[in-house]
């Protein structure tokens, strides 16, 4: 039996991700503001304004959870509102779509992991012609 990749676990990455507090201003200032907020009720509008002031304590925060591997319970919550696909709708499973809102701070944080993380899964996902490209 192979260990070598159990091995690889224990290795230490924590200096390979570092969120710099640059990349979290550049996510910030291209914030859209009129996009309704999460439930941490922070406004769009003013972290895009505040991006500047804001990076660095995001960035401590975000490395912060990176390392200990635990995000703040109000980033894994959704806000839903049902939508509906048709007026006036005639049932509530069938004429609703649910939207999720999620927490924008929580949005920034899982672009940047996902930047991370694409270079070493692309390779492995089936990618086909008929399918848009996500990423």
């Known amino acids: 039996m192979d260990l070598s990749a159990v091995s690889d676990l224990c290795d230490d990455y924590s200096d390979d991700f570092v969120v ?6 550049k996510r910030l200032s291209s914030n859209e503001v009129h996009k309704s907020t999460g439930p941490d009720s922070i406004l769009n509008w003013l972290l895009r304004n505040f991006s500047s002031l804001l990076c660095q304590p995001l960035a401590a925060i975000y490395n912060s959870s990176v390392r200990q591997g635990v995000a703040p319970r ?12 048709i007026h006036p709708p005639a ?8 939207i999720s809102l999620l927490p924008t ?3 920034v944080l899982e672009g940047i992991v996902r930047d991370w993380l694409m ?3 692309e390779p492995l996902l089936d990618v086909r012609a008929d399918l848009p490209h996500i990423c």
């Open 20 to 25: 710099d507090p640059f990349e979290v201003d």
């Open 74 to 85: 109000i980033w894994k919550s959704a806000g839903v509102v049902p939508v509906p696909k």
């Open 91 to 98: 049932s509530i499973q069938d004429d609703l779509r649910p």
């Open 105 to 107: 701070l929580a949005k």
């Open 119 to 121: 270079p070493s899964l």
